[in-house]
């Protein structure tokens, strides 16, 4: 799976047509399964490239209202959501929805 | 050529699905009991709180592991996010919320701290809106409540009272317990760690049954990549 900066994130997801998108910090935690270590959050039959990595964090599309210049994320380890500096030209990982 | 070539892309990564749907199965643990729901555990439509102990219920009903580990519901987002299925509320019965997306009936005062097995009792004993089922949320449950446009607390003020801290879900990894702070920040923590929270409680008030699959492919992808696209049975195109 490729990273992406910010940018590059909206653009890769914007290509597709459709109206596919970057998820919001809500609609992305709907495909974590708690249960699983950070390496198999996410359904692997269903999403099979999902990086095995125990530090993997995917971008989304919501803004931290509470730390500005802060960005929600979504990554393994034992955090699900955090609200963390959003260097926007740093590379995370990216899912699109619509 | 390029068209053909962002197609194949499309569907290589057409992979998030707003929402995953319980298929009623034996799940990571967590034996889902269809019969879990709503059987036997309300005081009564339109009945006082609880059975008549001051509110209290049995607690003997509903346990919180037979909740299903995902969202059987669409994801609300906040209404003014302008994203799609925007957060609704019914607070026309007293101390109660209804989320009017998920279908989810929300305590809707929390205004004490426990330990994840007092959490957990405090629930199941809860008579609320004349109801008995109470239980403690799943993570997934507790996410939908925030509204990540807010700074802390990440909840609806009209629909919430003002209240900072974390709480407990019913959801675990190993030794941690996921909780879900005010801050709208999804923690796994052990007790050991951080020994007390908040508790709300919540009850399916609309059940939300849903087919399996829990996803649903709708294109294939290139030779090498196998049957993968998939949509999302609440995208925004494919509501109810």
Redesign the interface.
């Known amino acids: 799976m490729t990273s992406y900066s910010f940018a590059e994130a909206e653009t890769?997801?914007a290509?597709?047509?459709?109206?596919?998108r970057v998820?919001?910090?809500?609609?992305?935690?709907?495909?974590m399964?708690?249960?699983?270590?950070a390496s198999s959050l996410i359904?692997a039959e269903?999403?099979?490239d999902f990086p095995a990595s125990a530090n993997v964090t995917f971008w989304t599309s919501?803004?931290?209202?509470?730390?500005p210049g802060h960005a929600?994320f979504v990554r393994g380890a034992?955090?699900?959501?955090?609200?963390v500096d959003a260097d926007p030209s740093a590379k995370f990982y990216v899912?699109?929805?619509? | 050529m390029v068209t053909a070539a962002l197609q194949h892309e499309c569907f290589r990564y057409a992979l998030l699905s707003l929402l995953i749907v319980s298929c009623g199965e034996a799940n990571n643990g967590h034996p889902a009991s269809p019969s879990a729901a709503n059987t036997g555990t309300d005081a009564g439509a339109g009945g006082d709180a609880g059975a008549g102990h001051g509110g209290q219920c049995s607690g003997s009903q509903t346990d919180a592991a037979d909740a299903s580990p995902w969202a059987t519901w669409p994801m609300p987002n906040p209404s003014s996010s302008g994203l799609p299925n925007p957060a609704r509320y019914d607070t026309s019965q007293s101390g109660v919320v209804i989320d009017q997306v998920t279908g989810l009936m929300w305590q809707r005062e929390s205004p004490a701290e426990y330990g994840f097995a007092g959490a957990a009792t405090h629930c199941a004993e809860l008579g609320l809106a004349g109801h008995c089922d109470w239980r403690l949320p799943t993570r997934i449950e507790l996410v939908s409540l925030v509204d990540f446009t807010l700074s802390n607390p990440t909840l609806d003020s009209a629909a919430f009272p003002a209240a900072s801290g974390e709480y407990w879900s019913a959801s675990a990894l190993d030794k941690y317990r996921w909780r879900i702070g005010s801050d709208g920040a999804t923690r796994a923590l052990t007790e050991t760690m951080a020994p007390t929270a908040l508790a709300r409680c919540v009850r399916e008030h609309v059940s939300h049954s849903l087919p399996e699959p829990r996803y649903q492919f709708t294109g294939q992808a290139p030779d090498d990549w196998g049957p993968i696209a998939v949509r999302g049975w609440f995208g925004s195109d494919a509501r109810e």
């Not at chain 1, 290509?15 to 596919?20: I, L």
């Not at chain 1, 919501?62 to 730390?67: D, F, M, N, R, V």
């Not at chain 1, 034992?78 to 609200?83: E, F, G, I, K, Q």
């Open positions: 890769h997801c290509v597709f047509g459709g109206g596919f998820p919001s910090m809500k609609e992305l935690q709907t495909v399964d708690e249960t699983k270590s359904d269903v999403f099979p919501s803004p931290s209202a509470g730390a929600w034992n955090t699900l959501a955090v609200a899912r699109c929805v619509r």
